[in-house]
């Protein structure tokens, strides 16, 4: 079977076209409207991973949301098995959230419902791409021309592959910067527009938005650089954010690990933007949705 046509399964496929339609039905979405706007449809949470922001702002998007998380999971039941079962229950569509990367992707040939991909393993979170989309797209007049700085562990960052798809294809200069075991050059292959550099201080020269991601310690163990010498090169610092545009604004997906890829200061200071993009997540959920179950012409 072929995916749903509504199905959001990566940023990949989208075209920009469909970014900006969701871009702007984001804009003009109330959180407190949108029980409404869905009203009558059913949505179905699986999250087989842990998720503060994603899953409360798709809550919040909706109303009438089933969240089946435990009982069929942890019976052992398969993905595609509780998928059929969901559906059959009446589920107008699912979102769901994996640890496996093309979980979603294999569950869509099987189910007829579109289904959202809230996060695939290290493979894509096209929601959280959206709704950095809107959060730039705030603060600066369009994506295209805009240098973009990603900056962490690119390799495991769904994040950083959703964003890299869609900025370049939107016309933005992308950077993607980390040390080597991290940011391999070959991630310059992902789209036209991406480039890879080691070197946070180069990349930073001139950035309109710099986006810092989560290291997680252990996934350092075993790789050519140390804790230390990470947070040396690569923390985003004050001093750093000198190198960039006056006004570039700071973003981050969360969770954040103070400290370690950013400073508190710049975590917090005025050119951040990371409790914009929390609240942007639930308009963009919103817009989301009612795009796939074309609650909206
Ligand atoms: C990200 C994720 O889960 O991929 N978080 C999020 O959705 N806000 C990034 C991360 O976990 O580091």
Known sequence: MKPHPRS?????HLTVPEIEAILKLARRMDPKRAPQLLRGKRVVLLFYEPSTRTRTSFEFAMTTLITATSSSIEKGESLIDTGWTVTSLGADAIVMRHPSSGAPYLLSRFIPVPIVNAGDGLHQHPSQALLDALTITNHKKRLKGLRVVIVGDIFHSRVARSNAHLLSKCGAEVILCG????????????????????????????????????IQKERLAGKQISLEDYIAQFQVTPQRMRLARPDAIVMHPGPIVRGLEIANEVADGPQSCVHEQVANGVKTRMAILATVLKAVQ
């Open 8 to 12: 959001l399964l990566g940023t990949d």
């Open 179 to 214: 040390p080597p075991d991290l940011a391999p050059d070959v991630a310059e292959t992902l789209a036209p527009g991406i480039t890879v550099c080691h070197d946070l201080d180069v990349a930073l020269l001139g950035a309109d938005v710099v986006m810092s991601l989560r």
